[in-house]
């Protein structure tokens, strides 16, 4: 008697929700929520809009950690979830940063 294989792993289903619900966390959310920190250290107490240009700076550096912190989680959650048996989540991840940004901006929504 043969053994029928057994599909270990997560679920088809399982696969494509977090496939779909990974699109707009690392590739709007995380970038968006990074830009906000970074930025508030800028306009922290005792930085007021005095001229020296401070909250500028932070906003340079949250406009730039916004997008690298994006794509170090895209790499981090693209190898685990490879290794875990995820088929969907992987290319999701890998395409976010660039794909959600470029469907936004080109005007297609509007």
């Known amino acids: 008697m043969t053994d ?15 496939a779909l619900l990974a699109l707009p966390l690392l590739g709007i959310a995380l970038p968006y ?14 930085h007021g809009d005095d ?34 048996g995820y088929r969907y989540l992987p290319i999701a991840a890998s395409i976010s940063p660039f794909v959600v940004p470029a469907v936004f901006s080109s005007g297609i929504l509007w």
């Open 4 to 18: 029928t294989p057994a599909r270990i792993g997560p679920s088809r289903l399982q696969d494509a929700v977090l």
């Open 33 to 46: 929520v990074v830009f906000c920190i970074v930025a508030a250290f800028g306009d922290g107490p005792g």
């Open 51 to 84: 001229g020296d240009g401070l909250i500028w700076a932070f906003m340079a550096y949250g406009m730039i950690a916004g997008p690298a912190a994006a794509l170090v989680a895209d790499i981090v959650v693209a190898v685990r979830s490879h290794r875990a």
